[in-house]
């Protein structure tokens, strides 16, 4: 059974930074691309960052290069991402997604979601 479980939100002042984890069990990682996204509310849910597992290659959201960062530890079977600078309208959801091999920004295509975790950025 596959299971991503995220965690590291919270309330945070702008300019402040977090880290957030996904912690991933149940999936064949040679395979996956896991990937960072954001809800915000009204809003669609939006791709933030992408790891390939095998390689570490990284993508990123055009529009959030610089501030995050994912990376994966191989050893602890996670997923991070590193939010530093940040913004009121970083305020969202991010959830962790897995999907096979074919790396894609579009949340329609991840098979495996983990529940979110909430980012409150103050001004």
């Known amino acids: 059974q596959v299971q991503l479980v995220e965690s590291g939100g919270g309330l945070v002042q702008a300019g402040g930074s977090l880290r957030l984890s996904c912690a991933v069990s149940?999936?064949?990682?040679?395979?996956?691309?896991m990937a960072w996204f954001r809800q915000a509310p009204g809003k669609d849910r939006a791709f933030v960052a992408a790891?390939?597992?095998?390689?570490?290659?990284?993508y990123y959201a055009d529009s959030l290069k610089g501030r995050f960062t994912i990376s994966r530890d191989n050893a602890k079977n996670t997923v991070d991402l590193q939010i530093n600078s940040l913004k009121p309208e970083d305020t969202a959801v991010y959830y962790c997604?897995?999907?096979?091999?074919?790396?894609?920004?579009?949340?329609?295509?991840?098979?495996?979601w983990g529940q979110g975790t909430q980012v409150t950025v103050s001004s």
């Open positions: 997604a897995a999907k096979v091999q074919i790396y894609t920004t579009n949340y329609r295509f991840y098979n495996y």
């Open positions: 149940g999936l064949t990682f040679t395979s996956y691309i």
């Open positions: 790891i390939r597992w095998s390689s570490g290659d990284t």
